[in-house]
């Protein structure tokens, strides 16, 4: 099992899903390698496993990494001009360059 360190909250209960994995989506305020666009770019599950599936928009293209924080390396921490955010479903927004976690509006 990955040790994956995601913000997440095992007590929040998803009613759509298991509680063990985590829907999220990317959006990038920028792309300097000008493949992906911007805006939202990628809708993505972290499973149970630990392993990430995602799938760009819009072209349907589907990966699959071994852990969150592989993808996070390949996808986000290596392409740090890109103002890249995550949003989950439950509406938390994490900034990964900055380690901020916005949680949901009240």
């Known amino acids: 099992m990955s040790t994956s360190t995601y913000p997440r909250d095992p007590q929040q209960p998803y009613p759509f899903i298991s ?3 985590r ?3 990317v959006h990038r305020a920028a792309d300097t ?17 630990g392993k990430v599936v995602a799938q760009w928009m819009p072209d349907d ?3 699959v990494f071994d852990s969150f924080d592989r993808f996070l390396q390949i996808h986000v921490y290596s392409h740090p001009e890109n103002g890249t955010t995550i ?12 380690g901020e976690l916005r949680p949901v509006a009240a």
């Open 61 to 63: 293209t589907v990966s």
């Open 33 to 49: 390698s000008g493949v992906s666009g911007t805006g939202f770019v990628l809708e993505g599950t972290i499973l149970s496993s």
């Open 87 to 98: 949003h989950y479903r439950d509406g938390a927004i994490w900034c990964p360059q900055r």
């Open 19 to 21: 509680w063990s994995t």
């Open 23 to 25: 829907v999220f989506r």
